[in-house]
DNA sequence: AATGAATGAGAGTTCATTCAT
DNA sequence: GATGAATGAACTCTCATTCAT
């Protein structure tokens, strides 16, 4: 385990560490970020590093986590002011798409852990379908979700995720160059997939009269 | 370019090293993955490697290159006898849950070429999408699925396909140690998939019943 | 030079630096006892080593000069109490492969002293030597023992004690394993090794009585 | 296991690295002898040790070993013209000297081994006494040793000439400085060195003639 | 066509030592 | 008197690539 700092001093050494890591591993990746970019981009020697982390491999791991957690705060704060699970959704989703717009590391370092870290990435995964699973389970329960396995919905949900986020958002990024305002994904994309998963999970309507499918919608 | 063989001998060389590099960027990851390695399982000298690619980055292309073609085979094979255009997404997804059960290399491969080769990465997805789109736009013409932008509803797709492969197919390989026979999806959950697929790209139902479903959002 | 401590605590403080070093050196060896090691365990700074030493090679020689006057004070304490220069030396041999027995920092930390302080391992050697041309030339002139070089016998018997106490005590201790009773050496080795000496160092019988002492050699 | 060349010229090369390993190692200490120094000293590069040898570790290893069968060999090959088990004895100790005055890297070197690889020093000192045992054995059965137990009597011999080694000849080469003709040992000293072992070892009189020569110890 | 010996830049990591607190 | 955060030179080792055979 990463040694914990005994001064306020270290504290901030430590964070500056993390930071600079991000930011490293996002821009070149794994095998790429050496501990020498790392400790350079925070700005302190080398052998410092080694005073908070026994390793490459510890921070990479404290890294996944910490985005980890960032973006699952991002989402749920943004689903807790929607109302109905399907707002919530949607919510959820631009939380996402933002946060991805405004850290690719979270992207491009989960991408990465696949054979750096399995076991990080799959907490990664197992972390949000755990929030995804939690929400739909109760939107079932209030009649507003079909009672579909959450599980599986929640991944379909991730993968449409992850997929749109890199299509949409990252390949936008690249296409349009360093510089430039945040991007953005383009409302029409996110109405169709919004569209599209409403009606994948959207309650059976009663038999006889199913007149407004989606009226609940926005 | 890599030098093309001008023998049968050396056209047997380049095929075994393209195998052995398959394999060994798979188990090994790319970073892991010396030349060494690859030719020694290709069982030939190191230096020959130099005679049939210009580089470790080269071969790997061309891996990635070769599983998207193997991949894309597979799954228009699949779809091409199945009657509706839902039969057909159901087909093509069980192809590509059998190919990924079958070569998890694709996978790893692919999440690797984040960093080591974006170009080749952007390719095999692009060539997917197009894929799906064909396939799609046609069934629209058909009136079997809704006019939805079938790109983004390819992206959908895809997405779902990644993160399912992933979680029902790798992971599930993972837990259950290396040998034991070859692992499927289960009908439970890819029927639930296709529900939720099925659901979200049906065709609207009969004007007179439905005239405005979309019309609110927007 | 070393600083002294100027108050009580502080004489404890390099006593217990002098005390932990005798053991890291002695368990880790010269270059793997790292400062942090010493320091850590007797249970102080790392800082404050440097109050008390200028550096590793300085308490380095500071431990083999305190163990040699341990091992030369073991020696001539049990000697000091035998009656005949044999039995004296046997008594010096038995304390110094109890002392082996009980300290085999000593060893190894002198044969570390080769490269890391030379002068400090003559300087163990030489005063070891010293003391034995001392009691050798006191005993030549009582008639017990020969008038052969006390320097060449010195080392002579300096030689067998250091190889029996390797073989007989230190490889002992280890094929016994870490536990269990301190290595002794047995009587017979000890018995057999001091006929040697003896009669390599007893005096020649009077003129009447040696007609042919040295007949069969050469 | 080293890994042994395919070719002529990989044979010298790993000859070459061993010889500068051996020179390396005896001047610098096993620690202070980076690998660098040693391909330097061979004048290869850094990454061709590698292809001959695991690490540092396995070539002191290899240099001990053979260090051990040269010393062993020279002492061998010059006692094996003697006559007498004496003057084999004798001869041994010269070639043993002149060895050490040649080779000062086998003192070094072994005294390293105590904390390098403690398994090749006990394999260097087994050896020996092997060889030792040997030659006393068969002397005993010819009647010109005494019924000393071999082992005991073959550890006494290694131990003195050790130390008259370091005190005789690596002691005087070194207070002389580098240049100047061989170190070797003064005639007096191993006159009086061997006069001991001679009368530590010789067979005991006729009954008649020293009725009590052990009778004193206890 | 095929080989494997050779290379050296660059990686991760350690640790004696300094110094502000 | 005591501390521990900070440092960077120096270490061992890897591996993509070249080239003589």
């Given at each position: 385990m990463s040694a914990q700092p005994r001064t306020a001093r270290g504290t901030r050494t430590r964070a500056r560490l993390l930071a600079a890591a991000e930011e490293v591993f996002a821009s070149a990746g794994y095998h790429d970020a050496s501990i020498v970019k790392i400790t350079e981009q925070a700005g302190?020697?080398?052998?410092?590093?080694y005073l908070y982390f026994a390793g490459k491999q510890e921070i990479f791991d404290e890294v996944v986590d910490d985005l980890n957690a960032r973006v699952r705060h991002a989402m749920t704060e943004a689903a807790?002011?929607?109302?109905?699970r399907l707002e919530a959704e949607r919510a959820g989703f631009r939380a996402f798409f933002r946060f991805t717009a405004e850290h690719p590391a979270l992207y491009r370092i989960i991408r990465q852990?696949?054979?750096?870290?399995p076991a990080a990435q799959r907490r990664h995964y197992e972390n949000i379908v755990r929030s995804y699973v939690h929400g739909l389970a109760a939107a079932q329960e209030a009649g507003?979700?079909?009672?579909?396995?959450p599980e599986v919905a929640a991944w379909a949900l991730m993968g449409m995720g992850e997929l749109f986020g890199m299509r949409y958002i990252l390949w936008e990024a690249e296409d349009r160059g360093a510089g430039g305002p945040r991007v953005e994904i383009p409302d029409r994309v996110l109405d169709e997939l919004m569209g599209i998963i409403q009606r994948g999970l959207a309650p059976a309507p009663a038999p006889a009269d199913r007149p407004r499918e989606d009226a609940s919608h926005e």
């Open positions: 302190i020697g080398l052998g410092t590093f807790r002011t929607a109302g109905t852990a696949e054979f750096v870290s507003e979700v079909r009672p579909v396995d």
